[in-house]
T-cell receptor, first 114, second 111 residues
Framework: EAGVTQSPTHLIKTRGQQVTLRCSPISGHTSVYWYQQALGLGLQFLLWYDEGEERNRGNFPPRFSGRQFPNYSSELNVNALELEDSALYLC?????????????FGEGSRLTVL | LAKTTQPISMDSYEGQEVNITCSHNNIATNDYITWYQQFPSQGPRFIIQGYKTKVTNEVASLFIPADRKSSTLSLPRVSLSDTAVYYCLVGAAGGYQKVTFGTGTKLQVIP
């Protein structure tokens, strides 16, 4: 069974540009979570989608947005990139009805903003 | 979501048993305790989950006292490949409202 897949794996952007990151959850998983992990730091919760709806978001500005498609895949969009947006962006999926904590993570998208 | 507190870092020699404790004083009745492992530049990987007493799987054991205000992840006979960051999470069954990882415990295994 395929795990959570993310694309692209690495990308370089300049300040002010926009980026779209993509995530495909494990087949059958309806929930998708997005996290930001700056170098050497912990995971900061960004967004949670379930059944196509945004269920919760972390303390990030509105230029961080996303959506979940009918096939449960998801996109994370970041507008007006800033240097501090450089980080590893991780996507995770889970079965909403399962017990808490069984998040399955992808390998992440490493974003560098110059 | 219950806040968790873990040691920032730990060192251990190869072959030793390692115990990492997590405090979660405000754990709710329906909260589970889950531990993840993360290697550099990779996504975290689920290790073990429990609700009370003791849970054991092929890689670790999780000890939870009766008051559930703390939990201890036990890694038997660690090897160099166990060098990673270990995160403790507390959340309710049926999915998280807002899953947040703390800073975790950086375990360094020494030859």
């Amino acid at each position: 069974e395929a795990g959570v897949t993310q694309s692209p794996t690495h990308l370089i952007k300049t300040r002010g540009q926009q980026v779209t990151l993509r995530c495909s959850p494990i087949s059958g998983h309806t929930s998708v979570y997005w996290y930001q992990q700056a170098l050497g730091l912990g995971l900061q919760f960004l967004l949670w989608y379930d059944e196509g709806e945004e269920r919760n978001r972390g303390n990030f500005p509105p230029r961080f947005s996303g959506r979940q498609f009918p096939n449960y895949s998801s996109e994370l969009n970041v507008n007006a990139l800033e240097l501090e947006d450089s980080a590893l962006y991780l996507c995770a999926s889970s079965l909403q009805v399962r017990t808490a904590g069984e998040l399955f993570f992808g390998e992440g998208s490493r974003l560098t903003v110059l | 979501l219950a806040k968790t507190t873990q040691p920032i870092s730990m060192d251990s020699y190869e072959g030793q048993e390692v115990n990492i404790t997590c405090s979660h004083n405000n754990i709710a009745t329906n909260d589970y305790i889950t531990w993840y492992q993360q290697f550099p530049s990779q996504g975290p990987r689920f290790i073990i989950q429990g609700y009370k007493t003791k849970v054991t799987n092929e890689v670790a054991s999780l000890f939870i006292p009766a008051d559930r205000k703390s939990s201890t992840l036990s890694l038997p006979r660690v090897s160099l490949s166990d060098t990673a960051v270990y995160y403790c999470l507390v959340g309710a069954a049926g999915g998280y409202q807002k899953v947040t990882f703390g800073t975790g415990t950086k375990l360094q295994v020494i030859p």
